[in-house]
């Protein structure tokens, strides 16, 4: 394959690219129901759906398949969009909504192979490729959709990937920092001086500032990657909103969904900061024994669902008291 060849491909005329004025073009968007709109069951009782605030959600890839040799997705790909509606927008930006409008809009994805291939250059321009995406759809929300609204970025995995450059370059020491409520960037290394002007938030009702952890069994030493950094990263403790130390015992945690989406696990695990990343116990829910993996990637938010719930709705009191 010649440098770059992918790119060129899918910037040729046949490549459908997104037109974010059509809502099929977003995953979720408050002028339609999507998988977002779903309610866990044990929260029914007390759910009071608002429109405080917005959330421009980025979601995880689901374009994972080893023998699939393309380096992006595309847009219209009726079975990755499928997945990303009912893993990502159902099981993690749910989370985010019950007070907020939700917005998720629909990117050609990098492969997830971009992470780890030695094709560093071919790498490179497919995440650019995915990036030129999320930053025309936040575009297209802040002329269309946002009029000064307040908000709050949510993403991750390769939502994160991407959201730390957008807030680089569009919100970061710029006027719209005083609308950006709190950016969740989840799953990925963010350096915890990586913004001029952005602060890792420092308790739960914090605003104009960000959070971010990787989740990991406690007492696992990855020196593949995280052994390899040379940087402090931000890392929030998701039971406390501090970045000490200290472990948050597991009675603190009120609410993981895991395997069933309609099925509550309290307690399910408990956290604690460690160097670089997010150290939990084994999570209990049923079926947890045979769990043997030590890298938590894909529960980062699941782990902590209803203690996000909470934190999203603290943070816009919060933000609504001193504006």
């Known amino acids: 394959m010649k440098k770059n060849s992918h790119f060129t491909e899918l910037a040729s005329p046949t490549e459908i690219a997104p037109d974010y004025s059509k809502l099929e073009d977003w995953a979720a968007h408050p002028w339609k129901w999507d998988p977002s709109d779903s309610v866990p069951k044990p929260f029914r009782n007390k759910y009071h759906k608002d429109s405080i605030a917005d959330v421009f959600f980025l979601y995880p890839t689901s374009l994972t398949a080893r023998k699939d040799s393309r380096w992006n997705a595309p847009i219209n790909d009726e079975k990755i969009n499928h997945k990303t509606d009912y893993t990502s927008i159902l099981y993690q930006a749910s989370a985010f909504a019950e007070k907020c409008r939700l917005f998720a809009p629909r990117y050609r994805q990098a492969?997830?192979?971009?992470?780890?291939?030695?094709?560093?250059?071919?790498?490179?321009?497919?995440?650019?490729?995915?990036?030129?995406?999320?930053?025309?759809?936040?575009?297209?929300?802040?002329?269309?959709?946002?009029?000064?609204?307040?908000?709050?970025?949510?993403?991750?995995?390769?939502g994160t990937t991407h959201a730390t450059r957008l807030i680089k370059e569009m919100i970061d020491g710029k006027p719209l920092q005083k609308q950006m409520i709190c950016a969740y960037l989840v799953g990925m290394p963010v350096p915890d001086t990586y913004y001029q002007a952005i602060p890792v938030c420092g308790s739960d009702i914090a605003t104009h500032c960000f959070v971010s952890w990787r989740t990991f069994k406690t007492g696992y030493v990855d020196t593949a990657f995280v052994g390899r950094e040379i940087f402090k990263a931000a890392v929030t403790n998701p039971l406390s909103w501090r970045s000490d130390s200290l472990i948050v015992i597991r009675k603190n945690n009120t609410g993981a969904i895991l395997r069933k989406f309609n099925v509550l696990v309290p307690s399910a695990v408990d956290a604690q900061v460690h160097g670089n990343i997010l150290w939990t116990s084994k999570p209990r829910f049923f079926g947890s024994i045979f769990l043997t993996t030590q890298n938590y990637h894909i529960a980062d938010i699941n782990f902590f669902y209803s203690n996000i719930a909470e934190n999203v709705k603290n943070r816009i009191n919060s933000y609504l008291k001193n504006h």
């Open 111 to 158: 492969h997830i192979k971009s992470y780890f291939t030695k094709s560093r250059d071919s790498a490179a321009a497919a995440f650019d490729f995915a990036y030129q995406d999320v930053k025309t759809a936040f575009i297209y929300y802040l002329e269309h959709y946002n009029h000064g609204r307040p908000f709050i970025i949510a993403a991750h995995s390769q």
